[in-house]
């Protein structure tokens, strides 16, 4: 059990949690909470053992592995699959120990272990995870150097995941995902088999893969029993009580008071007075639940409202490079109420896509007519790192109205939630959170036709995504987003369309039937293409390669050789004359582990013959 007694956490200054006390059970699934700058990512780090706390205790049971997400993603020659497989410290270390040692008691101890540990199976295992995550069996076999940072961060994410610890610490895993992988990690934590502690602001994770949700707010750790919604039913119930509670020692306070303040004076009262004023004394004060201010989104709306469709795509190839495109003889259209939601593993042409429609991306082929005096604002992600870190909202809202007067824009800051000393604060000093608000605001200043959000909740709390919603609902104009969170498209969208295949499909079913079709095809759908640094989808392979096939040929041919040299490691010790008298068990053990290894040489060969097979083919 994870124990947190009476815990205090201080960073630079700061009292993030107050004298906090917390337990959590042995195979809980808890999500943790909070308003972005709460001090979840640093009880995290108190957890870890990075960061001394002031006051109070942390208590891991001593057997318990502790397991979170690497903050730098891997990197160099290894393959994807080998660096998961190395997660398991305790495997890998029991298959090097292999390679060397000759002692016939040192081999059956190793070998029954791997038994144990179900090590035989792990490459199987380790490959479903990145299968999941979104990586071909071709990509697994392909240096972790060559796949770019936000896929590297994946390869992370599985090695972690494939360990399996004792305590998994997540913080944010979905930052890093498309709609597909999140919908596969919610199913994976749903069935995780230990204790995992995951900080989130995705509604549906949090919904169907947590049991628990830790709330932390205004310096304390509550824990509530059940998904999101539940948890939300409870602190509501909760703040009512306290409302009348507070409300009721209020009357009573008041009623004691004036009591002492009539009767202090009086000498036959005097004794009765003082007795109040204990009572006074010893009354905890309830405080009833403050509701945080939640800052307002909202989207100015168009001038007038454009002839339909605004934007029609007839027959158009596009993407980078004339020879290979990424999308090819799509039509579609948009209208001025269309609320669409793309689609489609990364790296498949989401963003490929949004970029022609914001006549950022000129197609090879076909047309592409918009209305006459159309207005597009796009927001993406990569846009956030444009800001000017010294310049505040101001400075930068200022530029879009030149001479306003100051009143004026200092409205106009205020209306993107910047009002007062925020409107002044640098950019620099801005979480990210108020970066995404700050950049959202700037693109829709005009008051656009249409609105393209590549991702735009990465950095928003529960609340704000709330708020994003609500704003794009209230929006005339059309919308068009690619988003991971669940919880924005099902309040939002109205039309879902595919990209996959070269192609850009409508999607006849809700998010439900998607993420069935997600979760029995993944392993079987082409991976995605790799993506640049700039965004850009790299060209697909047109036919399948023969260098990662020969790669996997040459990890089974290994495997063949290294299994192969146990089991005559532990003939020889079986073919010891004396060993079933003099040591029975001993042998038993051996015995064992011969079985097992003759299974696992068995797979290796299997692999072998597959890969071969494939090569071959290809050939």
């Not at 960061?51 to 979170?68: D, K, Q, V, Y």
């Not at 307002?296 to 709306?301: L, Q």
């Not at 824009?409 to 000093?429: H, L, M, N, P, Q």
């Amino acid at each position: 059990m994870l124990v947190m007694t009476d815990l205090s956490i201080r960073l630079a200054g700061r009292l993030l949690i107050d004298q906090s006390s917390v337990q959590i059970a042995p195979g809980a699934r808890v999500g943790l909470v909070g308003r972005n700058g709460t001090g979840k990512s640093t009880l995290f780090k108190a957890i870890r053992g990075e960061l001394a706390t002031e006051t109070g205790t942390i208590t891991i049971p001593p057997r318990w592995r502790l397991g979170s997400l690497a903050q730098e993603a891997p990197d160099g020659p290894e393959s994807l699959i080998e660096v998961v497989l190395k997660a398991d410290l305790e495997r890998d270390a029991l298959l090097r120990e292999a390679d060397e040692v000759h002692d016939p008691d040192r081999i059956a101890e190793i070998q029954t272990r791997l038994v144990d540990i179900d090590a035989h199976s792990a490459p199987a295992r380790a490959a479903a995870i990145l299968s999941g995550l979104g990586f071909s069996v071709e990509e697994q076999a392909r240096p972790v150097q060559e796949f770019s940072g936000g896929w590297r961060m994946r390869v992370a994410l599985a090695a972690t995941l494939f360990a399996a610890p004792d305590l998994l610490l997540l913080d944010e895993p979905t930052n890093y995902l498309d709609l597909e992988g999140t919908l596969w990690l919610e199913d994976h934590l749903a069935s995780y088999p230990r204790t995992v502690i995951v900080i989130s602001h995705d509604r549906d994770l949090l919904e169907t893969s947590v049991d628990q949700i830790l709330h932390l707010e205004r310096g304390k750790l509550t824990l509530y029993r059940g998904g999101y919604s539940s948890f939300e039913e409870q602190r509501a119930t909760r703040a009512m009580l306290d409302a009348k509670h507070a409300k009721r020692q209020e009357a009573e306070r008041k009623r004691l008071q004036a009591f002492v303040d009539r009767f202090k004076a009086k000498a036959s009262k005097a004794r009765q007075a003082q007795s109040r004023v204990k009572m006074l004394e010893r009354m905890k004060p309830v405080t009833a639940l403050v509701t945080e201010e939640v800052r307002e989104i909202s989207f100015p709306p168009p001038e007038k409202l454009l002839s339909p469709p605004i934007i029609a795509v007839d027959g158009v190839t596009v993407g980078y490079d004339p020879q290979d495109p990424v999308l090819r003889r799509v039509t579609l259209r948009i209208d001025n109420d269309d609320r669409v939601a793309l689609l489609g593993a990364n790296g498949n042409g989401k963003s490929t896509l949004v970029k022609l429609l914001a006549n950022r991306l000129k197609p090879f082929s076909g047309s592409v007519t918009r209305a006459e005096k159309l207005s597009i604002a796009y927001f993406a992600q990569h846009q956030l790192d444009e800001l000017n870190e010294q310049a505040s909202a101001y400075d930068h809202i200022r530029k879009l109205m030149g001479d306003a007067p100051e009143a004026k824009v200092r409205g106009r800051a205020g209306a993107i939630g910047f009002s007062g000393k925020a409107a002044d604060t640098a950019v620099g000093s801005l979480s990210g959170g108020e970066k995404a608000r700050l950049l959202l605001g700037l693109a829709t200043f005009f008051g656009p036709n249409m609105i393209i959000l590549d991702e735009p909740t990465n950095h928003l709390d529960i609340d704000s995504r709330a708020a994003l919603a609500e704003a794009i609902n209230e929006y005339p104009g059309a919308v068009i987003m690619v988003s991971h969170d669940r919880y924005l498209i099902e309040a939002c969208a109205d039309r879902l369309w595919v990209v996959a295949d070269h192609a850009v499909k409508p999607f006849d079913g809700d998010l439900d039937d998607y993420q069935r079709a997600v979760l029995t095809s993944r392993s079987q759908r082409q991976a995605p293409r790799e993506v640049d640094n700039n965004g850009h989808d790299q060209p697909e392979r047109k036919t399948v390669k023969r260098a990662p096939l020969k790669q996997k040929i040459s990890q089974a041919e290994a495997e063949i050789e290294r299994i192969s040299g146990i089991i005559a490691k532990i003939d020889t010790a079986l073919a010891l004359p004396d060993i079933f008298s003099r040591d029975p068990k001993q042998a038993a053990q051996l015995t064992k582990a011969r079985a097992s290894a003759a299974v696992a040489l068995q797979r290796a060969e299997e692999a072998w013959l597959e890969a071969s097979a494939e090569e071959e083919a290809a050939s």
